[in-house]
């Protein structure tokens, strides 16, 4: 019996990245959050160095890499591990479409996520055929609720949840007796302070419990390793355990050079420190022009993201950044239908020239 799965919403989008590359100067894309930046060479000298790998690799994480992960946590989050508490997984797209099979939800089970979201949460109470439920309100959470998805810094619209909204999330899912999973891949491009954003495990939040709290992190933005399929989960040292178990099962291991590479890279903070300044700068331009041709930029505290509006329908919009050979997503992908999202992940050069492109469409919709 096949899957009752939606369709896949990026096929709808392929008739205006063709208008988009009809333009003249070619086509920008600034759909896709997919790093354009070179990996640093400290990173691919570790990985070029594991490559010799002939024995299957460790499910639960080289011992290394586990302890890397718990450092990373003390140092750049204020929270305190232990290798029980840790998890590598292959990027963290896998790990959210899975976790609802990997805790053993079902039909009859609800998987809740935000009003606003990656589609990858409700695609993962599909697969299992458990009941998704886009809410922000705890309140409003039913009794069937096994699993609850928060994403802070958000995709698509770089919200940020607060201490005390974490809080209130947290001590809604203890009620229900769910999991709580932030989905926190985006928490070193925070535009608005000098530190990472809060995590769920912050222990101001959790109050001294981590029972049935996860939080799933990536290095795909923060080190340019959407290639290596790099992420890692934290948390629940009881739910990692049935985490890992099934894993083991369905073979689900992060291959040993990427691990090595993963080492390198959470233990090494001047690559992110450079790369968040080019994504800043990249984001001021594109921000300013958007501003500058009629949009609102709304929430877009961190991540790598621009949630924009006009006050028109989102396709329409998309429509007219195709005109202008710009190819940008809707906001009805993830919920919204007046909002697009304007990644910040193209080169310095297509950046500006987007810029002078919506000057120049700007210019021209003035005139008619």
């Given at each position: 019996?096949?899957?009752?799965?939606?369709?896949?919403?990026?096929?709808a989008l392929v008739?205006?990245?063709?208008?988009?590359?009809?333009?003249?100067?070619?086509?920008?894309?600034?759909s896709?959050?997919?790093?354009v930046?070179a990996t640093?060479?400290?990173?691919?000298?570790?990985?070029?160095?594991?490559?010799?790998a002939?024995?299957y690799?460790?499910?639960a994480g080289?011992?290394e890499l586990?302890d890397?992960i718990?450092?990373?946590?003390?140092?750049?989050?204020?929270?305190?591990l232990?290798i029980?508490?840790?998890?590598?997984?292959?990027?963290s797209?896998?790990?959210?479409a899975g976790?609802?099979?990997f805790?053993?939800?079902?039909?009859?089970?609800t998987?809740?996520?935000?009003s606003v979201?990656?589609?990858?949460y409700?695609?993962?109470a599909?697969v299992?055929?458990a009941?998704?439920?886009a809410?922000?309100?705890?309140?409003?959470?039913?009794?069937?609720?096994?699993?609850?998805?928060?994403?802070?810094?958000?995709?698509?619209?770089?919200?940020?949840?607060?201490?005390?909204?974490?809080?209130?999330?947290v001590?809604?899912?203890r009620?229900l007796?769910a999991v709580?999973a932030?989905?926190e891949?985006?928490?070193?491009?925070?535009?608005v302070?000098?530190?990472?954003?809060?995590?769920i495990?912050d222990?101001?939040?959790i109050?001294?419990s981590?029972?049935?709290?996860?939080?799933?992190?990536?290095?795909?933005?923060?080190s340019?390793l959407a290639?290596?399929r790099?992420?890692?989960v934290?948390?629940?040292?009881?739910?990692?355990?049935q985490?890992l178990g099934?894993?083991?099962?369905?073979?689900?291991?992060t291959?040993t050079?990427?691990?090595a590479?993963m080492?390198?890279?959470?233990?090494?903070?001047?690559h992110?420190d450079?790369?968040?300044e080019?994504?800043?700068?990249?984001r001021?331009?594109?921000?300013?022009a958007?501003?500058?041709s009629?949009?609102?930029?709304?929430?877009?505290?961190?991540?790598?993201?621009l949630?924009?509006?006009s006050?028109?329908?989102?396709?329409?919009t998309?429509?007219?950044?195709?005109?202008?050979?710009?190819?940008v997503?809707?906001?009805?992908?993830y919920g919204d239908d007046?909002?697009?999202?304007v990644?910040l992940?193209?080169?310095?050069?297509?950046?500006?020239?987007a810029?002078?492109?919506?000057?120049?469409?700007?210019?021209?919709?003035?005139?008619v």
């Amino acid at each position: 019996m096949p899957l009752n799965l939606p369709d896949f919403p990026w096929d709808a989008l392929v008739p205006y990245a063709e208008r988009a590359r009809a333009h003249p100067r070619g086509m920008i894309d600034l759909s896709v959050g997919s790093p354009v930046d070179a990996t640093s060479a400290v990173i691919r000298e570790a990985l070029a160095a594991a490559g010799d790998a002939h024995g299957y690799p460790h499910t639960a994480g080289t011992p290394e890499l586990r302890d890397a992960i718990v450092e990373w946590f003390a140092r750049r989050r204020g929270v305190e591990l232990g290798i029980a508490n840790v998890l590598p997984t292959i990027g963290s797209k896998e790990f959210v479409a899975g976790l609802p099979l990997f805790l053993g939800l079902g039909p009859g089970d609800t998987v809740v996520h935000p009003s606003v979201a990656y589609p990858t949460y409700a695609l993962g109470a599909a697969v299992v055929g458990a009941a998704a439920l886009a809410e922000d309100d705890p309140a409003l959470w039913p009794e069937t609720t096994r699993l609850v998805w928060l994403n802070s810094p958000g995709n698509p619209d770089g919200r940020v949840l607060s201490v005390d909204e974490l809080r209130a999330a947290v001590a809604r899912a203890r009620e229900l007796d769910a999991v709580i999973a932030s989905d926190e891949c985006y928490t070193e491009l925070n535009w608005v302070g000098d530190r990472p954003t809060s995590s769920i495990l912050d222990p101001e939040v959790i109050d001294g419990s981590r029972h049935n709290i996860l939080a799933v992190c990536s290095l795909s933005k923060q080190s340019n390793l959407a290639g290596y399929r790099a992420g890692f989960v934290a948390g629940c040292s009881q739910v990692l355990g049935q985490v890992l178990g099934v894993r083991k099962h369905l073979g689900l291991m992060t291959p040993t050079p990427v691990q090595a590479a993963m080492v390198t890279a959470l233990g090494d903070e001047a690559h992110v420190d450079a790369q968040r300044e080019v994504y800043r700068a990249r984001r001021g331009v594109l921000r300013a022009a958007l501003e500058a041709s009629g949009f609102r930029i709304d929430h877009s505290e961190a991540g790598l993201y621009l949630w924009a509006t006009s006050g028109s329908s989102a396709w329409e919009t998309v429509a007219r950044f195709a005109e202008a050979g710009i190819l940008v997503v809707p906001g009805t992908f993830y919920g919204d239908d007046t909002h697009v999202r304007v990644a910040l992940t193209a080169s310095d050069e297509d950046v500006a020239d987007a810029a002078r492109r919506l000057e120049e469409l700007s210019s021209r919709f003035a005139e008619v």
